[in-house]
Structures are given as C-alpha cells and as structure tokens.
C-alpha cells in the first residue's frame, strides 16, 4: 500500500506567521498536487509539480517537488485566516491519485 | 470553470437501503472518480471509470457498486447500507484521457445511515 505522509497533522497560528507543511513518501510520483478543502466542501486544485526539484509560487504560498520525486513542500508567508482549511498532498500513480491523511491549519486574526 | 455537482448534500437512510448518489459534470472529461473521506483516513478510492460503460475497482470497493451510461454522468451505489458506510463521499473527475491528473471535485454528499 502506497503511503503519502503530512506533517504536521494541526497547525494553529497567528495572523502573519510562516508555516510549512510537508509531504513524505518511500515512493516516486509522476506528478505531485496540492489541494485546499474548507469545511462541507470539496478539495480545490491549488497547483500541480511534476519536475523534480521544481518550484512553484501561487501568491504567497511556494510549493516544492522533492529532487527525487518522493516528497513536496507547501510554504506559506504571512498567512491570513483566510488561509484556514485543510491542505492535501496527491501523488499521480499510474491509475490514481495516492492522497495524504491532510493538514488542518487554523489562522487566528 | 469546471463543475462537478453531487445531487445531494446531506443524505440520511437507513441500514438495509439502497442508496444512489449521483454525479455530474459538465466539461466532457473522460475520466471520473468516486472516494469516500473519513477523519483519520483521508480520501480512499472506491471506483473509477476512464471511460463510458467503463469502470475499474479502487481500494475499498466492497459493498458498492458503479455506473457509467453517460460521458458526464457517474452514479455511486449502495446496494445494502450498513452503518460504516456513513461518510463523506466525493466526486471527482479530471481531463487527461486515461490518467487521474488533476482532479476536479464536486461539493460532497454527507451521508448518515442509521
């Protein structure tokens, strides 16, 4: 069974501060996505990276593709509570999308 | 934008029903899926279809069932529910023909069988 561990679990910060969230594997992924749910709704595509060792901006927040394709990064600056929900790391296998347990991150004004 | 629509929010039946949960969307894309999300588990795969009339199992595929008459149309089934099958079931599909990259969900059905 593939595995596709986040780190950490909860995140609970202030208005302004930096967090990272994390995205593991003993696996090798043809492309990595990132995705953001909010409460009593579906995940949202947020970016995909295929490249290993790419890196990609959407605003403030950076996602990064390991050099080997097994793990990613999603950094956020100054986070806003408008930031809150959870966060979901897919791996593309070569029929399916592996998603990870999640991320739930709470901004507090 | 592409939208996937569920036909219902919140679903309440009771064990021993059959249960149809029904998904639409509307950008002619070949390939749909279907995953149930619980707390601690993540999103985990009960059926896919890559094309019309076409469906593969996922990883939990037991106790449901799937179909596929229609490009933009992908029913779920409960044969018999049982109360682990309450859940948050989401619809998905995605555009690269045969390849699940990239999806696009629909808003959930929550469905409690009691």
């Known amino acids: 069974t593939q595995l596709l561990e986040q780190s950490p679990q909860f995140l609970s910060i202030q208005e302004g501060e930096n967090l990272t969230v994390y995205c593991n594997s003993s696996?090798?992924?043809?492309?990595l996505q990132w995705y953001r749910q909010e409460p009593g709704e579906g995940p949202v595509l947020l970016v995909t990276v295929v490249t290993g060792g790419e890196v990609k901006k959407l605003k403030r927040l950076t996602f990064q593709f390991g050099d080997a394709r097994k793990d990613s990064s999603l950094h956020i600056t100054a986070a806003q509570p408008g930031d809150t929900g959870l966060y979901l790391c897919a791996g593309e296998y070569p029929d399916k999308l592996i998603f990870g347990t999640g991320t739930r991150l709470q901004v507090f004004p | 934008d592409v939208k996937v629509t569920q036909s219902s929010r919140y679903l309440v039946k009771r064990t021993g029903e059959k249960v149809f949960l029904e998904c639409v969307q509307d950008m002619d894309h070949e390939n749909m899926f279907w995953y149930r999300q619980d707390p601690g588990l993540g999103l985990r795969l009960i059926y896919f279809?890559?094309?019309?009339?076409?469906?593969e199992k996922g990883d939990i595929p037991e106790g449901y069932s799937v179909s596929r008459e229609k490009k933009e149309r992908f029913s779920l089934i409960l044969e018999s529910a049982s109360t682990n099958q309450t859940s948050m079931y989401l619809c998905?599909?995605?555009?690269?023909?045969?390849?699940?990259?990239?999806?696009?969900f629909g808003p959930g059905t929550r469905l409690t069988v009691t």
């Open positions: 998905a599909s995605s555009w690269v023909p045969g390849q699940p990259y990239e999806q696009y």
């Open positions: 279809s890559y094309d019309v009339k076409m469906k």
């Open positions: 696996s090798v992924f043809s492309s």
